[in-house]
């Protein structure tokens, strides 16, 4: 059996990792001339939507919600729940369709979640509820994910990163040369770390 989930993101950072001042002073921009503003912020909302898409994480905090079909891929009442996205802090509401058709929010003594799996386990002897049959959205788990609310949390490599994508894009916009290669090749490579279970 599938799980068949689906994951969407609810509520947004309210700024970006990398600010705009960061980014002039890693292109030796001028800190008061306004003429790359708009073109700046815009390229490192997509450099910092890149690098969340290819670490599978949230870098500033920010809330989402997970549905599926049924608790697990296994069908087991006994198993683990599996949250599809990295740097998970906390898990704010777990609900269920019972089998009669009606909404049922879990007490969180019900279950426990490892931080470290992303998972969650049923903590009574029974498992995880009952579910009524064939339903999309028998599932839901509301958690919020993130290193913090501010820049100052975000950890250097990630700003690394999406520095090294902001550069290529801003001098090279429409992508036609291979001078800024290099950049690619640095960020691919830190990419490769940020995905290691030893890096935050």
Avoid at 46 to 51: F, I, Q
Avoid at 80 to 90: D, Q, R, W
Avoid at 127 to 154: M, R
Wanted: charged share 20%; proline share 6%; hydrophobic share 35%.
């Amino acid at each position: 059996m599938t799980t068949n989930w689906t994951i969407k993101r609810t509520t947004s950072p309210s700024e970006l990792p990398v600010s705009l001042a960061e980014a002039k002073k890693h292109l030796r921009l001028n800190a008061n001339d306004p003429t790359h503003d708009d073109n700046l912020t815009l390229l490192l909302t997509a450099a910092t939507e890149r690098l969340e898409q290819d670490i599978d994480r949230q870098i500033l905090s920010a809330s989402y919600q997970q549905t599926q079909f049924c608790w697990n891929e296994t069908d087991d009442p006994r198993a683990e729940v599996k949250l599809f996205k990295k740097a998970i802090t906390a898990v704010t509401s777990v609900k269920s369709i019972d089998e009669s058709g009606s909404e049922q929010t879990l007490d969180p003594s019900d279950y426990i979640f490892d931080a470290a799996r992303g998972s969650l386990f049923p903590t009574g002897d029974s498992g995880w509820p009952s579910l009524k049959p064939n339903t999309p959205n028998a599932v839901t788990i509301d958690f919020t994910a993130g290193y913090g609310v501010d820049a100052n949390c975000v950890p250097r490599l990630f700003k690394a990163a999406i520095l090294l994508t902001v550069g290529k894009w801003f001098f090279d916009p429409a992508q036609e040369g291979s001078a800024l290669h290099s950049q690619e090749v640095a960020y691919e490579r830190i990419v490769t770390l940020l995905m290691r279970s030893s890096y935050p």
